[in-house]
């Protein structure tokens, strides 16, 4: 089998291949990876592109030219006809457009061409991605950049290979049109700000940056590829807009605890084979908790790397589940009444050498450093608790957040007994010891040993401390972790700022980290405490599903915007663009452009789903409704031309015209919801959020109880019962 096949597999190694070459053949088999780099680029070159990959240095314009020649010659050996810059605009999708490497020479042969400054730099025609009225329609120019340290790599499709160059997407003025770029510069602001704090820690030499890492789990659904086809809803907007529930109980029984069924089983090899050779380090699979629901998750990866990789796994989940004749649904409520998706984003940050600054280790001295970072994180989290929420919002998000399954829109923060006790004492000013007996740290060391896992798990909460990481789990199946992560990033910059002035400030010019340890564990307590004063509101443990913790939250003065427009405003406030601003990751021109995409897109996908409910109403449900109704009008007649009492199934036929007529009046009711005139965005999203939901809500109420009367053979869509038992 040649290397450039598409189907290499494990079951076709030799029996005698060695586990190594038999691993080789599957991981990163698609991707310029740093060993395919060290094998193909002349040392020099390769030793230069590892310093800017691996310390963030600056490019050097002049190796453009021999890694482009290389990383060409590597794709054409591994069978790739074209490369494409790709990005991710505003869309929330991913973007590209395919060139050939080769052009015929007219003598029979072809050229082969891939030059430097068609790797650093594309100039797609930006006009038809969403700018925010950055972008003048007159001057539709945008640049893409390529982002050398995310891996290129090559997707197979169709029996077409491309190279794919992960890049940043730029308006011809330099403003961010893409998730990557503002990402990127968060990252750059947060290591910049931690590098203040660890170097009064006394951090090493070899200690150059701190990066920030990413672990996306991703839910998603699996139906058959069929029932999907046969759902208009599904085709236009991967989400069901009608479906009675199937009878209580049934849909859960079967699959939870469940083994992986073999179609599921067998999709997931594969695709877990495609994302191992385009080097996506996927970890864990299981069924979760609704009937044919997933979920996979990947060993976590520097941040921007990560985010490319997560992208790239929903597109090839999509792709593998055609393969097998399956849908792969990634919308974060495909079905109603049934659990949603989400992608829960585990989040940390750790040195260049590998140290994860939020693991709490057992060295005192370290623990302070912890600890340091935990209150940073906790008053980013509650001073700007609204950016953070808005970084989630969308309109499918909103059936999920603050419904009761997913973790509420308020954003507090769980930390498990042991911290909550830590911080607790932490506030009184002299914590001396940790709850549980077994690390007992007394003696003359200010602060006590943390023991490296809380145990705790508790579901509830949207952004929980899990052992050495957070976990940020109000982010939605279908969005981009890009930009959750980017508001994470810059917001804990923020809180490292502040601690880092203070800091410096509390320890004078001439403090030297390596004799002056106990003045610096003084400062630290003296800022950390009054962190935790200020900021412990936003600290809950307990169950994040109960009316009281709502109400306790109002109290305690915390927002809780429970649906997406409100949300999305709250990323246009002074107070979201100053802090983007003044790290520089977004300017205020770029902040009010995407809240502006934002809320548009929520209008539009809303539109979309109600045209489709109108559509599919009133051409596929409204003509079952009546034709069950003549067969209900025949059974009167017939039953009086037959000399026998009617008056019952008259009855019934009078009910279920009432019936159907109150569904005419939902259509027309939907259809003039969706009209509106103006054309402020604000105001649109508000009106849809008002006017056109309810009347779909209204409009499936009614359709999901005729669901439950008509008989099966004129219902004319494929049901719950039938789309959630994956065979
Ligand atoms: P659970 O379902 O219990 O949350 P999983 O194992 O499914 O656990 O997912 C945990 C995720 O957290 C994995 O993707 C893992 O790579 C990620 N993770 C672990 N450590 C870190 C870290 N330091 N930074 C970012 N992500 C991390
Ligand atoms: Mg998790």
Redesign the pocket.
């Known amino acids: 089998m040649s290397t450039n096949s598409n189907s290499i597999s494990l079951s076709h190694a030799s029996p005698d291949a060695s586990a190594q070459q038999r691993v080789e053949a599957i991981f990163g088999a698609d991707v310029f990876s740093e060993r395919a780099m060290q094998q193909r680029l002349p040392k020099d070159v390769f030793k230069k592109l590892l310093r800017t990959i691996k310390h963030g240095e600056q490019l050097d314009a002049d190796l453009a030219d021999s890694v482009a020649s290389a990383m060409k010659d590597w794709a054409i050996d591994r069978g790739a006809t074209h490369y494409t810059h790709w990005f991710q605009p505003l869309t929330g999708l991913t973007a590209e457009k395919h060139d050939a490497f080769l052009s015929p020479d007219g003598v029979g042969g072809a050229l082969s061409e891939f030059t430097g400054s068609a790797l650093v730099q594309g100039e797609p025609d930006a006009s038809s991605f969403p700018s925010g009225g950055i972008r003048a329609t007159f001057e539709a120019r945008g640049y893409t950049a390529w982002d050398c340290t995310s891996p290129v790599f090559i997707v197979r499709d169709g029996g077409n290979a491309t190279l794919c160059i992960p890049t940043a997407f730029v308006s011809w003025t330099g403003e961010a049109l893409d998730h990557k770029t503002p990402l990127l510069r968060s990252m750059e602001a947060v290591s910049n700000q931690a590098m203040r704090v660890l170097r009064l820690f006394g951090a090493g030499e070899a200690v150059t940056r701190v990066i920030a890492?990413?672990?996306?789990?991703q839910e998603y659904f699996l139906v058959d590829a069929k029932h999907y086809a046969e759902r208009d809803d599904l085709m236009a907007c991967d989400r069901t807009l009608f479906g009675a529930k199937p009878p209580k109980g049934q849909q859960l029984e079967d699959h939870y605890f469940g083994s992986i069924p073999t179609r599921a089983m067998a999709f997931m090899a594969d695709a877990e084979r495609e994302l191992y050779r385009l080097g996506v380090p996927l970890?864990?699979r299981h069924n979760e908790v609704a009937p044919g629901q997933f979920e996979f998750?990947?060993?976590?990866e520097t941040a921007n790397v990560a985010a490319d990789h997560q992208m790239l796994t929903m597109e090839t989940l999509k792709r593998v589940a055609r393969r097998h004749g399956l849908a792969c649904i990634v919308h974060e409520k495909p079905f109603a009444g049934i659990n949603g998706s989400g992608k829960?984003l585990?989040?940390?940050l750790?040195t260049n050498t590998g140290v994860?600054l939020?693991d709490p280790r057992d060295d005192t001295h370290i623990n302070v450093q912890f600890l340091t970072f935990l209150c940073a994180v906790i008053r980013a989290v509650d001073i700007h608790a609204e950016l953070l929420r808005s970084s989630v919002a969308s309109a499918a998000n909103d059936h999920r957040l603050g419904a009761n399954e997913a973790p509420p829109a308020i954003m507090s923060i769980f930390l498990g007994e042991m911290l909550t006790d830590i911080v607790e004492q932490l506030e009184s000013g002299n914590p001396r010891s940790t709850k549980k007996g077994t690390h007992l740290d007394l003696g003359a060391r200010t602060l006590p040993m943390i023991p490296r896992h809380t145990g705790d798990r508790n579901r509830t909460s949207p952004f929980a401390f899990?052992g050495?990481?957070f976990?940020f789990r109000a982010v939605g199946s279908s969005g981009n972790i890009a930009w959750p992560a980017t508001v994470l990033n810059t917001i804990v910059a923020e809180s490292l700022d502040v601690i880092a002035s203070q800091l410096e400030k509390e320890l004078g010019k001439n403090f030297e980290p390596a004799s002056d340890q106990d003045k610096l564990v003084k400062a630290c307590k003296k800022v950390l405490q009054t962190i935790v004063k200020q900021h412990k509101r936003v600290l809950f443990d307990g169950d994040g599903y109960t009316t009281a913790w709502h109400e306790e939250a109002k109290k305690r003065g915390l927002p809780n915007h429970r649906e997406s427009v409100v949300a999305l405003e709250q990323l246009g406030t002074k107070k979201s663009i100053d802090v983007l601003k003044k790290f520089g990751v977004l300017s205020k021109v770029e902040v009010e452009a995407r809240t502006h995409i934002h809320l548009e897109k929520y209008t539009k996908q809303v539109l979309i789903e109600a045209e489709t409910a109108v559509s599919m109403s009133r051409t596929q449900i409204l003509p079952a409704a009546l034709r069950y109704q003549t067969e209900l009008a025949e059974v009167v007649a017939a039953t009086q031309a037959a000399d026998v009492d009617a008056s019952d199934a008259r009855e019934q036929l009078e009910a279920y015209v009432e019936l159907v007529a109150k569904l005419r009046q939902a259509i027309a009711g939907l259809e003039h919801a969706t009209e509106h005139e103006g054309s402020d965005t604000v105001q649109h999203a508000r009106h849809v959020r008002d006017a056109v939901r309810p009347a779909m809500s209204e409009l499936r109420s009614i359709c999901d109880n005729l669901e439950t009367i008509i008989p099966r053979d004129l219902w004319p869509i494929p049901t719950y019962r039938e789309m959630l038992s994956m065979r």
């Open positions: 890492t990413a672990g996306p789990e970890k864990t998750a990947p060993i976590f829960h585990n989040w940390s750790a994860n939020l899990t050495n990481k976990e």
